[in-house]
């Protein structure tokens, strides 16, 4: 119940309420790299929805589903566009297969900016991301 009680910031509450007005697959992290949100297009390709999982910690969250390159290699969550666009303070894109929590494989590419503040604390990260034709 602590992440339930866990005040965010206005960044935070501003960006869930844009994502969740989307058509376009959105996840939403913190600044620690904790699950946020993701919306309803998200939930189509991870295989399960927002409500079942909640807020979610990175490292629960990749024993749930995989990812990796185009060439199979597993990817980290550090080394994740979202990862990579919180480390070093720069919007990263990246396509890479997923499988989802349905079991679904799916090629995705994915692109991540992070979220500053005015004070230009770091609040977290934005990913966009839509699948991609294996064609």
Known sequence: MEAARRQKH?????????ASQLSTPVFITDADGR????????????????AETGEI???DWFARISVETLDG??????????GVARRERRP?????????MD???R??????FPLL???DELHGSVAIFWEQSTD
């Open 10 to 18: 206005l960044v935070l509450i501003l960006a869930r309420e844009f």
């Open 35 to 50: 699950i946020v949100f993701y919306n309803e297009p998200a939930e189509d390709i991870i295989g399960q929805t927002f």
């Open 57 to 59: 910690a990175a490292s």
């Open 73 to 82: 290699r597993p990817v980290k969550v550090d080394e994740m566009p979202g």
């Open 92 to 100: 990263v894109h990246s396509t890479l297969l997923i499988t989802g």
């Open 103 to 105: 079991g679904q494989k």
């Open 107 to 112: 090629l995705i590419a994915d692109t991540a």
């Open 117 to 119: 503040g005015h004070d």
